[in-house]
C-alpha cells in the first residue's frame, strides 16, 4: 500500500514538474517572440527581473516547520493517535467481569396490576435475583493480552502512518525545491543568452 502511494506522489509529483516546465518554457518563447517583433525595446536589466519573482514566491518556509505543521493538522495522523489512544482503554474493558445483573420479579393472579392483591392472595409473590457470569479461569487476563497487543500494533500504525505523510511532504519539498532552483538557472541561462 505505501508502495502504490509513493508512486502517486511521484507521479503526481512528476506531472506537477512537467507542467511547470512547460509553461516556463512557454513563457520563455513568447518572451523570444516579443523581443523579436520589438527590437526597438532593450533588454531589462537582469536585476529587475528577480526581485518580481521573489515578490510571487513568498516568505520561504523551513522543512522543519512544515513537519510540525503536518504533524500538528494532518487528518489521518490525528485519526490514527486517536484510534491508538482509544484502543489502549480496552485492555482494562474486556478484563473486567460482566455486568452484574438485578432482577424484581412479580407474580399475580387474577389482577393485571402490579402487586395489586399481594396482601390477600397465596398465590402472589415478588421475587429479587442477581447474577453475574464467571468467565472460565484465565480467559479475562488473555483477552486483555490479545487488547494490548491490538494497542501496540495501533501505536505501530500509527507511527507509520506519521512517517509516510512526512515522507510525502519531504518528497514535494524538495521537489519543489528542485523546480525552484532549475528555474533560477533557466532564468541565468536566459539572461546570458540575451546578453
Known sequence: ?????????????????????????????LVRKANA??????????AAELPAMSEHM??????????????QKNPQIAASFHGWQAS????????????????????SVGSPRPFAGYSNSDFEYIGFGASQDLPYPGKRPLRARVAQHEADSMEAQTDSVRRTV????KAAYFQLAYIQQTLGVLLKSEQLLNQ
Open 88 to 107: 489502549r482503554n480496552v485492555p482494562k474493558q474486556v478484563s473486567a467481569l460482566p455486568e452484574t445483573q438485578l432482577s424484581i420479579q412479580q407474580f
Open 37 to 46: 517583433q520589438e527590437p526597438s525595446n532593450p533588454p531589462k536589466p537582469p
Open 58 to 71: 513568498g516568505t520561504p518556509t523551513s522543512l522543519r516547520e512544515l513537519v510540525q505543521e503536518a504533524e
Open 1 to 29: 500500500m505505501q508502495v502504490i502511494g509513493s508512486y502517486r506522489v511521484h507521479f503526481s509529483c512528476s506531472r506537477i514538474c512537467i507542467i511547470t516546465a512547460a509553461l516556463f518554457l512557454g513563457a520563455l518563447a
Open 166 to 169: 512526512v515522507g510525502n511532504l
